[in-house]
């Protein structure tokens, strides 16, 4: 009974925490184990094998800015994705009924970046509060091949998304480039495919370490990555996975109804996760690996060396022991 | 060393015995090639008239073909091969060595007791002996008490195995050493790659006159090809390949004339054994008058001394020696050697490639390895259907009526069985 | 006439050529949307970036094998057929040949080859019973590279030992230093086992210069690729005969064999005389002076051809070179 009380509490709270100022985000993390297990690690995040070849992406609702603690929302507040592929088709898939938290479930069947929305508008205090949160999926695998990579690259957007966080793509970035400590990501605030100048963008790590800039003329706010990981070395996995998540908040003087509700200021709040891991950098070292390559170098030529000089004394290949 | 002129040397025995031997070269065939001219000159002023060698450097003289001679050309000497063929020599050679030893080393050690021999090589500044056959072995201190510097150019007793090789090569890059010791004159690559060059371009004119012989009917006679070799021995590199290059093409005239040094029908020979050097050329000559063809060899006064190229894959002098003792060792067909199959696949080889009808094998008296590996030899060929004649002999023209007779014989089979396949 | 050019040919000039040929076709291939697949019998690292005009077989290869056994042993077998296939045709092609005239690492060590005679250093021969002992190592890194991705497939080696010959091999770190890219002249301190992998990966690149400097092909000796050539050689189209019969044992082969082949020289009853250790670069028929002693034969018809013309011409312009 008091368990009862307390899970309702909490989910009250969490509801009316969200409602009041909590992001939602999109994110590819399982909010359990038992669904991990049911997941494949591929690029760009998880993906779930069906039948037959075919992949599907889940994912799932999350109120909170600091991605490592962020919850997962309750399942009564689904509604519709809009996801576009990478060849530009819009699909529209419903909420997944199953479990007990908001999530979604559609294919990946091409190569390329998925770019899916999840839009929400509501009146609170007399302002329009709209919310859209992005995720960009990548479904790559190597066996299809990496011949057309290029072109399926460059980052898109939609016209009719009232605010948009787009991640501009790093130099030579390809399908397998896995963002690192210390890359610097740049994102554009769009707003109906426009150019947001000075709305304030924030990109907050797992650890709920924050960044809060402005956008630029051409809608772009710039953040470096920073370490967020500092294990033993003997625990380091260098595939540690955390998430990012980037917070683009608009506010402007539009008013109006929504369902009856007049509002006199309208908010927009764009959301857009990624990930990043632990950068080569930290674990590779060239002064190691030349130290060591000069090593063999010299170690090889001089035994070398002195093996040719040593030859010259003839007819000492047999030894005799007492 | 005082010149003690003959009064007329042209008198004397070993002219006599040369002249013999050059006018039945020269008289008793017809047609010989004009290319030859040249050398039938070169034998009679050398070996009638005893015209000593115009040698300009060093002379370094050399008792076997192992001695690479590339290498004494890069240091500016001329190599002069010791090998003698006189009865003469022979017979004074018979005072250092046992009765029944081989004539060969006989009348080089003969030659080389006697006053101002003949070829006129003059002094020689070293004596280069390979360490083959164990008479020549034990002539190399008897060369060194007659007065002579001999260099002891240690060789393997076998050659398939790494140790022999490597072994070879140091003796080998010790003999460069030494020959640079010698004379005085470093060693250098541009010397010796000019030298190898001389000697390939010499080789390569060989082994055109080689390959002419193949031609049937026969263009060329055997006892002018060990001519042209045996002048090798002695005379300048340069000059004895142009006058082969010369005699090759006017034997590639003959050759598309469709011109017949011996009959269509005449029994191609295939030589072997211990080495025909001029004036002994009894043999092949004895072959020819009987009506057979000598249209190849495989002896050390011919093809095994000039047949084998030297291959070089850096041309710095640590390759360049190295791949020269190779040459002299790795094809060398002698019987000195513990196994003889290289010896054998060759003569199947040739007698293939040169279509013979029969191998005719000379052993000197005391050539022992030649002895040995004669039974072998007649196996494998026999297994072919190829006949062999072994004749036994030394350099004494005692015998000659007796081979002369053996000869016919074996010529006549050998009709009688292309007659009975036809 | 055509033929007896062809024999005379001068195959030093013609291997170095062809040889850069490939080199760039390989290195830089890719700038000219070059693409030859991921099933080449030879050393065209997938390390070197998208500049590179294919992939060497031995890297899908381990990572076909990585995957874990229940999927390697259903349907992921077809991939792991599908490329041995592909790979096994390109390889009859030309059969070792893709050693001495494709192959980057190959052709590298042959420039490192004509530095070492430019400055005059002499090279560097094995005892035969040191041959004998060393030729065995590329069998032994042939079944590591086969058995080693098998184990972390099935769980008993960790994930980061997937490629285990590509850690060692010293083409990852060499070839796409042609492109610019140095990234992989470190060591990777991200697992204990990628540690020992790359900083031995590192030791052997600085012993390939060492040795390479030395010893004519010191790297070939060890190649599991050429083992692995030697077990399919036999219906290869390009093949090396040698006519026994007319040999006569010179050894000219032997002397310029950069393999230090034996057998080339002294077998005289085996028509197949291309061993293990060959490369197929045909410079034992180039230094052949016995005509038909040596041939290069494709599908039966011969090639080229060891001749008497063909060997002088070739060596008198060494000696007369200077």
């Known amino acids: 009974m008091r368990t009862f009380r307390f899970w309702a509490l909490l989910c009250l709270a969490t509801c009316a925490h969200y409602a009041a100022a909590e992001p939602l985000w999109l994110s590819d993390e399982p909010p359990d184990p038992a669904m991990t297990a049911r997941l494949r690690s591929a690029h760009g995040g998880w993906l779930e094998p069906g039948p037959r070849g075919t992949f599907f992406k889940r994912l799932w609702l999350r109120a909170g800015e600091a991605p490592g603690t962020a919850g997962y929302v309750v399942a009564a507040t689904g509604g519709e994705l809009l996801v576009q592929d990478p060849a530009g088709v819009h699909s529209t898939p419903s909420a997944d009924p199953t479990g007990k938290h908001s999530h979604w479930r559609f294919p990946v069947a091409q190569e390329g970046f998925y770019d899916v929305y999840l839009t929400r508008r509501q009146v609170r205090d007399t302002r329009l509060h709209v919310s859209v949160a992005k995720a960009e999926v990548l479904k790559h695998s190597c066996r299809e091949g990496h011949d057309d990579v290029q072109s399926k690259m460059p980052p898109k957007h939609l016209a009719d998304i009232p605010l948009e966080l787009v991640r501009e793509r790093l130099h030579k970035e390809d399908f397998h480039t896995r963002l690192g400590f210390g890359d610097t990501v740049t994102f554009r605030v769009l707003a109906h495919g426009a150019p947001v100048a000075g709305a304030e963008v924030t990109l907050t790590t797992a650890s709920g370490w924050r960044n809060t800039v402005h956008s630029d003329a051409e809608g772009r706010a710039r953040f470096t990555l920073v370490r967020d990981y500092f294990p033993d070395w003997a625990d380091f996995d260098y595939r540690h996975r955390q998430d990012f998540l980037v917070v683009a908040t608009r506010d402007t003087d539009e008013s109006g109804t929504l369902d009856g509700a007049p509002y006199a200021r309208t908010r927009y709040q764009a959301t857009l996760a990624g990930q990043y891991h632990p950068s080569s950098r930290d674990y590779q070292s060239y002064a190691y690996g030349l130290t060591i390559g000069l090593f063999g170098l010299s170690f090889g030529g001089l035994g070398a060396y002195i093996y040719r000089r040593r030859r010259t004394r003839p007819f000492r290949e047999v030894r005799f022991h007492d | 060393m005082t010149e003690r002129q003959p009064i007329s040397f042209n008198h004397s025995r070993q002219a006599r015995e040369?002249?013999?031997?050059?006018?039945?070269?020269?008289?008793?065939?017809?047609?010989?090639?004009?290319?030859?001219?040249?050398?039938?000159?070169?034998?009679?002023?050398?070996?009638?008239?005893?015209?000593?060698?115009?040698?300009?450097?060093?002379?370094?003289?050399?008792?076997?073909?192992?001695?690479?001679?590339?290498?004494?050309?890069?240091?500016?000497?001329?190599?002069?091969?010791?090998?003698?063929?006189?009865?003469?020599?022979?017979?004074?050679?018979?005072?250092?060595?046992?009765?029944?030893?081989?004539?060969?080393?006989?009348?080089?050690?003969?030659?080389?007791?006697?006053?101002?021999?003949?070829?006129?090589?003059?002094?020689?500044?070293?004596?280069?002996?390979?360490?083959?056959?164990?008479?020549?072995?034990?002539?190399?201190?008897?060369?060194?008490?007659?007065?002579?510097?001999?260099?002891?150019?240690?060789?393997?007793?076998?050659?398939?195995?790494?140790?022999?090789?490597?072994?070879?090569?140091?003796?080998?890059?010790?003999?460069?050493?030494?020959?640079?010791?010698?004379?005085?004159?470093?060693?250098?690559?541009?010397?010796?790659?000019?030298?190898?060059?001389?000697?390939?371009?010499?080789?390569?004119?060989?082994?055109?006159?080689?390959?002419?012989?193949?031609?049937?009917?026969?263009?060329?006679?055997?006892?002018?090809?060990?001519?042209?070799?045996?002048?090798?021995?002695?005379?300048?590199?340069?000059?004895?390949?142009?006058?082969?290059?010369?005699?090759?093409?006017?034997?590639?005239?003959?050759?598309?004339?469709?011109?017949?040094?011996?009959?269509?029908?005449?029994?191609?020979?295939?030589?072997?054994?211990?080495?025909?050097?001029?004036?002994?050329?009894?043999?092949?000559?004895?072959?020819?008058?009987?009506?057979?063809?000598?249209?190849?060899?495989?002896?050390?006064?011919?093809?095994?001394?000039?047949?084998?190229?030297?291959?070089?894959?850096?041309?710095?002098?640590?390759?360049?020696?190295?791949?020269?003792?190779?040459?002299?060792?790795?094809?060398?067909?002698?019987?000195?050697?513990?196994?003889?199959?290289?010896?054998?696949?060759?003569?199947?080889?040739?007698?293939?490639?040169?279509?013979?009808?029969?191998?005719?094998?000379?052993?000197?008296?005391?050539?022992?390895?030649?002895?040995?590996?004669?039974?072998?030899?007649?196996?494998?060929?026999?297994?072919?259907?190829?006949?062999?004649?072994?004749?036994?002999?030394?350099?004494?023209?005692?015998?000659m009526g007796q081979l002369s007779t053996r000869i016919e014989a074996f010529l006549e089979s050998i009709k009688t069985r292309k007659r009975k396949r036809a | 006439m055509i033929r007896q050019w062809v024999n005379g040919i001068d195959l030093r000039r013609f291997r170095f050529w062809l040889q850069l040929g490939f080199f760039v076709l390989f290195i830089y291939g890719g700038y000219a949307a070059v693409n030859l697949g991921n099933s080449l019998p030879t050393f065209a690292c997938g390390f070197v970036g998208e500049s590179r005009g294919g992939v060497c077989y031995l890297l899908p290869l381990q990572h076909q094998l990585s995957v874990p056994w229940q999927r390697l042993f259903s349907w992921a077998i077809l991939g792991v057929l599908e490329a041995f296939v592909l790979f096994a045709l390109w390889f009859f092609v030309l059969n070792k040949a893709w050693c001495g005239y494709a192959c980057p690492l190959g052709t590298l060590q042959d420039w490192i080859t004509a530095l070492r005679t430019r400055l005059g250093v002499r090279f560097s021969r094995y005892r035969e019973a040191a041959f004998r002992r060393l030729t065995v190592i590329k069998y032994v890194l042939l079944a590591l590279t086969i058995l080693m991705p098998l184990a972390v497939g099935g769980g008993l080696l960790p994930h980061s030992l997937g490629t285990p010959f590509c850690d060692i091999c010293p083409g990852r770190m060499i070839l796409p230093l042609f492109t610019g890219d140095t990234s992989q002249l470190t060591v990777n301190f991200a697992e204990k086992s990628t540690m020992i992998m790359t900083a031995l990966g590192m030791l052997i690149t600085g012993g390939f210069f060492a040795g390479a400097f030395v010893k004519k092909r010191f790297f070939c000796f060890f190649c599991p690729m050429s083992a692995l050539h030697y077990l399919l050689s036999r219906p290869a189209l390009l093949q090396l005969r040698k006519d026994g019969d007319k040999c006569t044992r010179c050894g000219d082969c032997y002397r310029v064999c950069d393999m230090e082949i034996k057998e080339i020289a002294d077998e005289v009853n085996t028509p197949r005389i291309m061993q293990d250790d060959c490369i197929l670069c045909l410079k034992c028929v180039s230094a052949c002076p016995e005509d038909g002693a040596l041939k290069a034969t494709f599908a039966g018809i011969t090639i080229f051809e060891a001749t008497e013309q063909g060997f002088m011409k070739r060596m008198n312009k060494g000696a007369a070179g200077d």
Request: aromatic content about 8%.
């Open chain 2, 18 to 399: 040369a002249e013999n031997i050059l006018d039945h070269i020269t008289d008793r065939f017809d047609d010989n090639p004009r290319g030859m001219d040249y050398f039938y000159d070169l034998f009679r002023r050398v070996y009638c008239q005893g015209e000593a060698l115009p040698y300009e450097g060093m002379r370094i003289g050399t008792t076997c073909i192992q001695a690479p001679e590339e290498l004494i050309h890069a240091v500016g000497a001329i190599p002069v091969r010791l090998c003698n063929g006189a009865y003469h020599y022979d017979q004074i050679g018979g005072d250092f060595m046992p009765a029944k030893s081989c004539s060969l080393v006989k009348a080089t050690l003969g030659m080389l007791s006697s006053q101002d021999p003949v070829p006129r090589i003059g002094s020689l500044d070293l004596i280069v002996n390979p360490t083959t056959c164990d008479q020549k072995k034990k002539a190399s201190a008897m060369m060194e008490a007659m007065g002579h510097r001999v260099y002891d150019l240690e060789l393997p007793p076998a050659k398939e195995s790494e140790e022999a090789r490597l072994y070879w090569q140091r003796s080998v890059r010790q003999f460069a050493v030494r020959l640079s010791e010698v004379t005085g004159k470093r060693l250098t690559r541009k010397a010796l790659k000019a030298a190898m060059a001389r000697t390939a371009r010499a080789q390569a004119a060989f082994r055109t006159l080689h390959q002419l012989r193949k031609s049937q009917p026969a263009v060329f006679l055997g006892k002018d090809a060990f001519l042209v070799t045996n002048a090798f021995f002695f005379d300048d590199i340069e000059r004895w390949t142009t006058a082969v290059e010369a005699l090759n093409q006017e034997l590639q005239q003959r050759q598309q004339e469709s011109f017949q040094a011996a009959q269509r029908k005449a029994p191609r020979i295939l030589f072997t054994g211990s080495p025909p050097i001029f004036p002994n050329l009894k043999l092949p000559l004895l072959i020819e008058e009987a009506g057979g063809v000598v249209v190849a060899d495989e002896t050390c006064s011919a093809n095994r001394m000039l047949y084998d190229l030297t291959a070089v894959d850096e041309w710095r002098l640590d390759d360049m020696v190295d791949a020269l003792a190779d040459r002299y060792l790795k094809p060398c067909t002698c019987p000195i050697f513990t196994r003889n199959d290289d010896r054998r696949r060759r003569l199947l080889e040739l007698a293939d490639s040169f279509a013979v009808d029969g191998v005719v094998y000379q052993a000197f008296a005391g050539c022992q390895v030649y002895e040995m590996e004669q039974r072998s030899i007649a196996e494998a060929l026999s297994a072919q259907g190829i006949p062999m004649l072994y004749v036994e002999t030394d350099y004494s023209p005692d015998d």
